[in-house]
């Protein structure tokens, strides 16, 4: 459905280590760096599905209500340290690990990135 899915950042080295660590806690990797831009995917693949970017009309990033970047995830363990990441490199909880309302083995976290972007971590397989 989608091709790519881009973040705005104020501070692109702020926002490069943050993804770097959250990211690569679930095994996504920094394919492509660019002057404005950085982009993730997974080891091997032929183009990045999640950029970070400054705005192209260089007017300030801005997180969007109701706006989320939702991240598989490999393994419960993967989503613990997507959010330990998270808070880490300067993000903010919006959403301890945990079983959610959304099935029976939906395990999630949730946080906020240094610009305030929401962004989730999902794993649905048992335990």
């Known amino acids: 459905m989608l091709s790519y899915l881009t973040l705005g950042t104020g501070d692109l080295d702020r926002a490069q ?3 770097d660590a959250v990211l690569g806690a679930l095994g996504y990797t920094r394919l492509e760096n ?3 831009g950085r982009g993730y995917g997974l080891p091997g693949a032929s183009h990045s599905g999640f ?3 400054e705005p192209y009309d260089r007017r300030p990033a801005g997180a969007g209500n109701g706006t989320m970047a939702c991240f598989n995830a490999p393994s419960r363990a993967a989503v613990r340290a997507f959010h330990a990441a998270g808070l880490a490199h300067g993000g903010r909880d ?3 690990p945990g079983l959610r309302d959304y099935g029976p083995h939906f395990y999630a976290a949730y ?3 240094p610009d305030g972007n929401k962004l989730s971590a999902v794993c649905e ?3």
């Open 111 to 113: 946080l906020r990135d």
């Open 17 to 19: 280590d943050f993804y």
């Open 125 to 127: 397989a048992p335990e």
């Open 94 to 96: 919006e959403g301890a």
């Open 34 to 36: 660019d002057a404005h």
């Open 51 to 53: 950029w970070i970017n």
